[in-house]
Structures are given as C-alpha cells and as structure tokens.
C-alpha cells in the first residue's frame, strides 16, 4: 500500500525543475519592481516568500521521496547481490584449478585486454577474475566446436554451449576474424565486462586470444534470449507471463542504468540493446549482453558522441539513426522498444502486418496514451491475464522512453524508479514466484489465490 506513494516518482524530476525555473524567474523579476508603489511591492514579495517556502518544501518532500527510495534500491540490490555471491563463491573455488595462462601466444592483445590496473584499483569482494583459456581447452569444450553445439548466431559471431574442464557450463562466443570491427568487439567485451560487476550483466568468465582465435566465454544462460521466448519460431513455446515480463523490464533497466550511471570512469553507452541481447537464466531472470559496439562516454558535454551508426534497425533512435549523434538516450530509446514488444507482443518492424502498423514505435506511440487502445494493444498470447493498472503505468514508460526527441526521454534511473513499485507488488503478491507462464496462472488448482485479489484482470 505505501508502494503507491511512490509511483509517480518518474514525474518528480521534472516537477522539481519546474520548481527552479519558477523561483528563478521571480528572482529576475524581483529588481524590476523596485520603483513602484509599496503596497504592490509588499503583495509581490510577500507573494515571492510564498512562493519560496513553498517551493522549498516542494524539493525537501521530494528529497525525502528520493531518499526513501533509494533506501527501498538499496535494499533490493543486497537481495541480488547476495545470489550472486553464492554463485561466484561456489564456481571460485573451481577456478583456483585452472591457473595456466597464455599470455605470450597473444602479445598483441596484452597491451589492449587486461586492464589489470583497473581491476587492482578496485577489487570487487570476491571478484575471481576473468580467466584466460587456450584454444585447445575450448575445442574439447564445445567438442571440435561441433555444430550441434551451437545455441546462437549474434552479430560478431557464433556461440557454443560448451563444459569447461571443471564442469562449468559455459556459453562460447567464437568472434568472426573478418576485419577491425570483430578485434574492436573483443577488446571492448573483455574490457568493459572485466571491470563491470553488475547482476544484470552477463558475467564473462574469460578469454582466449590464441594466435589469431578470439573467443569470449560467459556464463552460461540456460533459457536463451528473450527473443527466442518473446517471438518464438514455433508456437509450441509457452508464452512469457505478464509477471515474468515486468521482471525482466525491470532487470533490462537496471542494467542499462548500471552502465549509464554506476559505470567507472566513464558511462558506457550499450549501443546495440535489443531483444536477442537480453538472456534469460533459469529463473527468467535477465541479464543484458553483447558489449560488442558498446562505447565508453567521453567527458564532453552531455557525453555525446559522433559516431558511425551501428545497431540494429527498429531499435535505433531517430537522432541517432540520422545524425549518428549517440548519447545514453539512444539507448534509452531501444529499451523503449523492447518495453512495447514485451506488453504487444510485436517485433519492431514487421511488414506483414496492415499498412500503419508496420513500424511498431509509430503504430504503438499515439495508441499509448489512450487507456482503451493500450488494453487492445496487449499482446494476445497473455490471454488477458495482467494488471491493468500496471499496464497503463508501463505503456506511459514505454511512450516516454520512444519520443523522438531524446531531451523528452527519461533517464534509465527514472525508468528503474518507476518499475520498482510495480516489481515490488508482484514479490508481495506471489510470494512463490514461480509462476511464469500463462498456463501455471490459469491452472485454477495452484496460485489463484493471488489473482482472486483484483489485480489479475480477466478481459
Ligand atoms: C545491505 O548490506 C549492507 C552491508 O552488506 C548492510 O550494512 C545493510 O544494512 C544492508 N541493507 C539492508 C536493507 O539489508
Ligand atoms: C562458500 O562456499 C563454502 C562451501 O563451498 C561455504 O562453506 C561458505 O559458507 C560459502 N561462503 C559464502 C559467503 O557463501
Ligand atoms: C557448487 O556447484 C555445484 C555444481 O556445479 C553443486 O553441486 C554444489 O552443490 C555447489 N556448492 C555450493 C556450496 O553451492
Ligand atoms: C540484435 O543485435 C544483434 C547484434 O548485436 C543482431 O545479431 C540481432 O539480430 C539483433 N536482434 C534483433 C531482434 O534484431
Ligand atoms: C528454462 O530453464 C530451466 C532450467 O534450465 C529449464 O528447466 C526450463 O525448461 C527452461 N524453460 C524453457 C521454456 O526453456
């Protein structure tokens, strides 16, 4: 119930600049007045008093709105952080076996990839390292990179189920040789995901850099991308439930967030975020990849950057798309897209569908704000089973994120601030989480207790 104090957090920032501008315009004004006569002059300033108190006690109510929410943040993080630790606790110890580096085989990637210094300066507790393996080691992994193990074909290269010798399952990006972009993919990976910790990213457990063979290997994500479960190729997938969906926004945004705002020392544009670039574990939990095209934010004003525009069409931002001017909003912008396929169930752009609604932004954007076409929006395969209060709160996220004018965007640390009253409620009401697909909610033996409370809207 104290949840819903929070939930137009979102709209605070801009509440709060208002506020300023208003109290600096009266400042300017103040001077003005001056000359006239005393009984204006006293209605005025007393007017401006007013006016000051208020908007001072307008900022304090929203820092305390900020702080609790941080707290609330907080909180959450240690939850996440804890699994995490266990997992890397447990794996470290099978890690200390698998000493033996390669480094001279790779004389040019020495200089470029261990970023040794920056992982000194701040030593994550329990970071175990990234780890670096011979070629031979990964040909039995993947058994001679046979392609019945081959779970995915990204944009850098193909990716192998694999066991490493300890027994650890692994996901293995062998990256395509051709060209510069293929070493530059592999050099930002290994540096970035080195010195960035986060549970919402997918972890790399190390390298190989034999000769002229670049291979990533990352932690392995047992359900695979949220494409495969959101647009699946064959209808026999069971679709992603409306809970499992709002977690797995909420989990995107926060890694985005991570990379925008806690990334040291710059922030770190992601770049290519889309739905093939978010993996799922086996708790649908999910965790964002693919740092191939990712780029480090300068110092400049407002970090932006002129850039060659790469990405994946559908999910550019137009400013991006057309100028190539490249800032955390682009990125923003293709969470937005991924926030409307999740809710319609829609691929970006998709040409069999009826003139006008091909590009899913333009068909989506003007529907969202009109409660009765969000709810004819929804993606079919959720069978109506959803929150509508909920639904209307993540369409206005999803408007926000996809304007086309980046300054009109969010920030990711708004769009996690928003989701956390959303996300929360769903902890308070399954209290067994595990209901993921529409089948198990529907089933009237188990977890209808929980829709019984109004919040589950059979449409
Ligand atoms: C989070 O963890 C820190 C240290 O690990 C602890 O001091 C703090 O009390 C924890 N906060 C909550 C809300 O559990
Ligand atoms: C790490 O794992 C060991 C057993 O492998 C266990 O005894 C220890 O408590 C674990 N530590 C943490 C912090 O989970
Ligand atoms: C560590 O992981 C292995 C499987 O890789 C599992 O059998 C074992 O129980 C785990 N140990 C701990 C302490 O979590
Ligand atoms: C997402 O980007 C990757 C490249 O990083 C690309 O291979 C993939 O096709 C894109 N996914 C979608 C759904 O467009
Ligand atoms: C998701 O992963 C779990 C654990 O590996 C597995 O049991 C389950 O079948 C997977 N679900 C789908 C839909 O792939």
Redesign the pocket.
């Known amino acids: 119930m104290e949840v819903n104090n929070s939930t137009d957090a979102p709209a605070r920032p801009l509440g709060f600049t208002a506020a300023n501008n208003h109290t600096q315009e009266h400042h300017h004004s103040h001077p003005q007045t001056h000359g006239h006569h005393h009984a204006i002059f006293s209605s005025i300033s007393t007017l401006i008093i007013i006016i000051s108190i208020a908007s001072i006690a307008l900022i304090f109510a929203i820092f305390l709105i900020i702080l609790m929410l941080r707290r609330l943040k907080s909180a959450k993080t240690n939850g996440t952080c804890k699994e995490h630790?266990?997992i890397i606790?447990?794996t470290s110890?099978k890690f200390i076996a698998h000493t033996t580096v390669t480094f001279n085989s790779s004389p040019d990637v020495r200089g470029g990839c261990l970023y040794g210094g920056h992982m000194s300066r701040t030593p994550p507790p329990r970071f175990r390292g990234v780890q670096v393996f011979a070629y031979k080691e990964l040909e039995t992994a993947t058994n001679r990179f046979s392609e019945a193990n081959i779970i995915g074909n990204g944009g850098f290269g193909i990716v192998y189920r694999g066991v490493l010798s300890d027994g650890t399952l692994a996901a293995i990006k062998m990256l395509h040789r051709e060209g510069k972009q293929g070493e530059r993919a592999f050099r930002i990976e290994v540096d970035l995901l080195s010195r960035l910790q986060s549970p919402y990213l997918v972890e790399l457990l190390g390298y190989c850099a034999d000769q002229h063979h670049r291979l990533l290997i990352f932690e392995f994500m047992p359900n695979g991308t949220l494409q495969h479960h959101l647009h699946p190729s064959h209808s026999q997938h069971r679709p992603l439930d409306w809970a499992t969906r709002l977690r797995i926004a909420f989990d995107c945004a926060r890694a985005l967030e991570f990379l925008h705002e806690h990334s040291i020392p710059t922030p770190v544009i992601h770049r290519d975020f889309n739905c093939t670039n978010v993996l799922l574990d086996q708790n649908f939990r999910a965790k964002v990849s693919d740092f191939g095209l990712a780029k480090m934010g300068s110092d400049k004003i407002n970090g932006q950057i002129s850039t060659r525009v790469l990405g994946t069409t559908g999910y550019l931002a137009p400013e991006y798309a057309s100028t190539g001017k490249l800032t955390t909003k682009s990125d923003v912008y293709s969470y937005g897209v991924v926030l409307l396929e999740l809710l319609t169930g829609r691929v970006p752009v998709d040409t069999k569908r009826p003139p006008g609604e091909h590009v899913l932004v333009s068909w989506a954007l003007p529907r969202l704000t009109n409660r009765e076409k969000i709810v004819e929006m929804v993606d079919p395969a959720l069978q109506g089973q959803y929150s509508k209060k909920d639904l209307i709160q993540i369409a206005a996220i999803a408007a926000m994120c996809v304007q086309p004018e980046a300054d009109y965007r969010p920030l990711m640390t708004d769009v996690v601030q928003s989701l956390i009253p959303l996300v929360k409620n769903l902890y308070s009401i399954s209290s067994s989480g595990s209901s993921r697909f529409i089948n198990q909610i529907a089933s009237p033996s188990q977890g209808l207790s929980v829709s019984s409370e109004s919040r589950w809207h059979i449409l």
């Open positions: 630790n266990s606790n447990n110890s």
